[in-house]
Structure formats: C-alpha cells, structure tokens
C-alpha cells in the first residue's frame, strides 16, 4: 500500500524505510502525528513530502508516484489503484515491426487487436474497426498494465497514438514477477501459479495468434473469435499474475502491506464472452 510507502521519499532508502516500520512507523499518518504538539515551526521536508503524497494519491496521480518509485517496485501502486482504476492491457500483431508500412489503410503500426479488462469490463479493440477510439477509453484509467509492455506493447501503440497516447502510470509486471522467482513468458507464468486457460485456445502462443490474424484478412471468419479470446485472456490474466506477485513479495520482504484477494473467475469468463459477443457485433453491423 502507497500509505506504507516511504522509498519515494527524499533520501529514504530501502534500509530505513524498514528501520521506520520497525519503530512503529508504518503508515504516513504515524509519522505525521509524531511532531510534537507545541512545535509550531515551518514542516519540515519530509512532513511536506507527505502532505504532498497525500495530495497526490486523493489526485489520482499515478504517474508521480511511478516516477518516484521507479521501475522496481511501481507495483506497490497496485494495492491503492487496482479497484478499477487500472487498464490490463495486452496487444496481437501482424508479426512485423511496429515501423513496417501498411498498405490496408489500417494506419501507421502493426496492431491487430487490443484487449483491456478492468477488473469488472472487457473491451476488445479491432484493427480497421475502433482501434482510434483507444486513448480516449483508456484516458478513464490512472494505470496501464502490461506484461513486458515496455519493450512491445507501448511502443506499437506509441507508433499509432504517439507517446503520450496515456497520460497516466505504467506498471509493467515484468521486474516484479523476475523478482519474486516467476521467470519467462505469461504462458509459462500462468503455468507456474495455476493459471488455466480454457481448452479451446489453451496451446495458443503469440504467433498463432498472427497466423490467426492473417487466416481472417484471407476471408476466414471463424477465425476472429478465437483471436478475440485470446487476446482478451492474455489481458485478464495480468489481474491475477499482478496480485500473485504483489502478494509473494510482500510476504517474502515481509512488507507491512494489506494482501490481495483471489479473483472470482466466473465473472472474469462472462466478461470476456460479452467482450467477444459485442465486438462481433459491432464488427458484422459496420460491414452491413
């Protein structure tokens, strides 16, 4: 939790952060009620630190708390964001760089399909359909997650959008599933935690994903559907590794900070099959 955080303090490292809750400091609110009643003086710098941290997370302010946190341990936004402020985001392609010409009048990248999930909606985005209308969805989130988003998925988005296409954090789950021993792909991730797919798309990877893509543009319908679940399982997924992860680190530094509940899947199932239904529709209505 951000309000058991001190690392984005001026000059508090991880050493005394851990010397501050070992002497009963563990929340922002226990070090400011330490100033004494009749010390009438200026705050000082690191009682304003707080004041402003404060300030920011009643803003919503991600972005200043990823920035002082840094890569390494952005992930202790979640706790604080994660009751539906954050977009889990995952991208297919067509197997080309994002800097590749297109000649389908699709724009300036190589994105597909663009899968996002919430924690209670899905929403699956088409190439030549409503891949456009992305960062205005995404501009009601305050945190982007991905999973090795940083080195793929943003800077496909970036080639179409620009770089500001999302004015809030990114927290990329790669550094903290590494730190806590889950290494390799999401596939392999969700094997190691318990993740199970359903049957229908469970031997799926990344580049059935673009042969399914270039089944539909040759006129295969029936391929779209499992492309969709796909895509949009890749994105739900993130919700669960991120709170597994979340969960072993703070156990294993042993960090005063509140844990993750377990998902319910059966809602997270109906969410992607209504995902999948209304972007099928929508899709054969824009075609009539």
């Not at 996002?116 to 929403?123: L, N, P």
């Not at 806590?180 to 031997?203: F, H, N, S, Y």
């Amino acid at each position: 939790m951000l309000t058991r955080s001190f690392i984005h303090l001026s000059g508090v490292t991880h050493a005394r952060e851990r010397h501050l809750w070992h002497d009963g400091l563990v929340s922002w609110d226990d070090m400011l009620s330490q100033r004494d009643l009749f010390d009438d003086g200026p705050a000082p710098a690191l009682e304003q630190e707080l004041s402003l941290s404060r300030l920011k997370l009643a803003e919503s302010d991600s972005r200043w708390f990823e920035e002082r946190l840094g890569p390494s341990h952005a992930w202790r936004m979640a706790a604080d964001f994660d009751d539906g402020r954050i977009a889990y985001l995952d991208i297919e392609t067509d197997g080309q760089r994002p800097d590749e010409p297109l000649n389908d009048g699709g724009g300036p990248d190589r994105t597909t399909v663009v899968a996002i999930w919430d924690g209670a909606a899905a929403r699956i985005f088409l190439r030549s359909h409503d891949l456009d209308e992305i960062p205005e969805y995404l501009s009601k989130y305050s945190v982007l997650c991905t999973f090795n988003g940083k080195s793929f998925d943003i800077p496909y988005l970036e080639k179409r959008f620009g770089k500001r296409f999302f004015e809030g954090a990114h927290l990329d789950l790669r550094p903290i599933t590494r730190a806590v021993g889950l290494t390799g792909g999401l596939k392999k991730i969700e094997a190691q935690i318990g993740i199970e797919r359903p049957a229908d798309i469970r031997r799926y990877s990344g580049y059935d994903a673009v042969k399914l893509w270039a089944a539909y543009r040759r006129g295969r319908r029936d391929a779209l559907v499992p492309l969709l679940r796909y895509n949009l399982y890749d994105a739900v997924n993130l919700q669960t590794v991120m709170r597994v992860s979340y969960n072993w680190a703070a156990v294993y530094d042993e960090l005063p900070f509140r844990r993750f509940d377990e998902l319910q899947t059966d809602c997270v199932h109906d969410a992607v099959e209504e995902a999948v239904n209304n972007l099928m529709t929508s899709a054969q209505m824009a075609r009539r």
